[in-house]
């Protein structure tokens, strides 16, 4: 459709407007009347905000001009609603210096305009059907209130904004601009936008920092309290306090019962509001906010109390004003509630920011819910609405809190769903969905059945000195069921320091190796990598002959490896001659190539970043498919390319829930049993005095003399001239040597040659040297398993979980062992002494948790909230965590792509990027 304006103006169907040629105004988001249009005119700043861009560069500020009065600057605003008579009265736009350009023809309304006209007649009909001062916009058009002068720095006055057509959808309003409020205008609304509030959603997310004891006035008022009251206006009354701003006092006269006498006696509350601006400072405005509160009117107060110097009068700066249609209302607004005290934000007081959120909150109804109501009744929680309802309004503290688990529970049910919902995303067909839901259902579901296992995988299994633990068999047996699934595996594997993950490791590696795939094991350090790959090679050779000769070649891969092996290895790695490679970073770099890499085990994963797992992603290896049976297609096209299995090693306990929260998108095994015949390891935190000191050496010296080995850890190197009180690996050698004499020392730390390092704990093993003095590199993964004592020096500069993890380097073989926290000072003995009581991981991570956050527990340094969730608390909130899991998985069950929960599409791709959902 296109309609003629005047002889060089025209508006087509997409709502162009072109003028002469080089001129072409977008009136893309643009929808409404040009009453509308002309009443935001006046705030057009540039031709963005206004939803009209001129080309060349130009940015006109178009000036609405009447008929007969062409002079640009006498513009005036439109108070009718009546939008015929408007067009009539301004029926041109000039801009810049163009010349007039008329906006309807001879005698006619453009027809578009028209029917646009007709749907806001409509609206108003509609509109002036409800009695109420504002609707919830959930399912209806509403019309924002005329003038509010609520605020001093929100203050404007109203200005019309254009209401979309259609707002029943709830994914149109949580996401919407706060100018579709009622009663807010569009300067209030930009200033909530740059102040970090550009949508509703953003606004109620703004959460109380605590709640405060709103009391009811009926006892005593003491001074600097939250009280509440009803009382009746006495006097309102608008003033000018200077040439910059204007106040609104009100006093309020309240009866209340005074306790002392049982009498009834009146306070006065003075309420006095600051609007900073000259136009506050004119009369019809001061008149117009002292109106809205008439002598004698009913109202409630409530609101941080300051005596004044007069007896029963009382100052409230920060007030909450709310009329009471009738006296008896009282009765239902003087229940003692929590009073939320919001942070301020961007210099937004926090009085403004609560006002705005009552605002929103009564314009919100149930239907903002996206979250299925079958899940909510299923997982017992709250509607999202009176989650809002409950955390911004609580009547008591326990509604607060059932509105935060509500909360917690989308932040992770999102997260989860998302995650979930990406990953079916990626699969084929629906058998593939189906298997990866029934996997993440069946979580903890183990079956063994070592018959169906790779012969290789079994011979080794046979040739283990020891027995698989419990634990370790049912964690192997979920591996291996993975593997032999046509998706590829994303799995956390969990154990207590010590716990066993090494072989599970070793043995799922075979598993793929044995029927022809490549493994690739990456560990954090090339001391690691050396330890394991010289015990796999030991392993190796107690492996049975009879296995059809078959020994994988297993190849180590680190920093120090000279440039020509590791041209060989590359080679064999890309042929498929080495099996099995392990190694540092080295592993993930882009010129090794896999002929099939099958399994990618990240031991000690979170010393990786994401993006380095990832790079495993990359190297694809072929599989034949499922429907391989297909006769009709050759080799090579019955093949499908598929990501390696990744499993995920970590030796740092984490409650099962912060994993779940953590790594929402894994799979989790954990092993929760040590293998038999470990002995408690007997810790002692002891304070690094002259005393502390003696006590440890005559320890040592018996230890020793039992044919013990010891490891005494250290903090730093070498002696800091800073850090005076630090003992130091290198300064202390010599003296740790004379005073045990006889006995062979070594030392171990990060600036020795990867060469050094391994020689040095060689010897450690073998038993030539006695003591060795290391700094935290022996912290991962190190496995001397007579080693029986352990010392640690100014031990409460390590963390919790690194005490314990270090800890873990004694006490992995039948000898009973012991170790020692030595403190720097006494203050500091406390924590340490947590650790005398309990060696289990997984109750010391909950501990720290519970003291910390999990931002220690994961060697961040902040505490309390992880950043990605702010309400939970995961030391407190691991149930939601559980049920958001389960709750994920059961929306992803009932329908795969969403299709059946569009309201669910729409706010996962509100809180994900658009890629993610496919969108
Ligand atoms: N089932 C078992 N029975 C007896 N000993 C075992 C068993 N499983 C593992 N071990 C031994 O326990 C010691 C620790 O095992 P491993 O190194 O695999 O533990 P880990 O969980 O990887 O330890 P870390 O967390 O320190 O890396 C090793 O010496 C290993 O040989």
Redesign the pocket.
Known sequence: MSVELDSLCKISSSRTMRYSGNLRLNLLNWWAPPSRFILRHKHVTSANELPLRALNGVNPVPFLVDDDDPNPNSINLLKETNFKLKCDKFPCIKIGDSPLIKLYGEGDTIPYLDSELKQLEEFEKVDKKFPEPWHAIGSTLVKPEPPSFKEENLEEKFVEEPLPNNIAHWESILDRSLKFLPDTTSRQANLLEKSGFPTIRKLLNHFPRTYADLQNAQGAIEDGHYFMFVGKVISSKGTRGGAQFGILQVLVGCEIQNVDSNENKTVYLHLKRFYRGRRFTYKSFLDMIASKYKEGDHVYVSGKVKKMTTENHYEIAQFNIDMLEKEEEKYAHLERKPCPVYPSKNGLKPNTIGDVISRALKALNNEIDPVPSEVLSEFNLLNLFDAYLGIHRPKTLIDADLARRRLIFDEFFYLQLGRLFQMLEALGTNLEREELLARYRNDNISEVCISEWDPLTRNLLKSLP????TS?LTALSEIILDLKRPIPMNRLLQ?D???????VAFLSCMEVVGSGFQAALMVPTELLAIQHYQELNSLFEQLDSGNEGFKPKIALLTGSTSTRERRLILKGLQSGDISMVIGTHSLISEKIEFRSLKIAVIDEQHRFGVVQRGRFNSKLFSRLRDDSMNHDLNDDENKAFMAPHILAIS?TPIPRTLALALYGDMSITQITDL???RQPIETLALEGNEAGFEKVYKMMKDELAADGKIYLVYPIIEESEQLPELHAAVTDYESISGKFEGYNCSLLHGRMKAEEKEEALRKFRDGQTRILLATQVIE??V?V?DASMMVVMNAERFGMAQLHQLR?RVG??NKKSRCVFLSSTSGSLKRLKVLESSSDGFYLAQADLLLRGPGDLLGKKQSGHLPEFPVARLEIDGDVIQKAHLAALKVLSMSNNLEKYPGLKAELSMRQPLCILGD
Do not use: H
């Open positions: 020891y027995s698989l633990t370790q154990g320091v010590g716990c066993g993950k090494t072989v030796a293998p038999p015949g991962i993964g496995d398993p873990g992995r073989g």
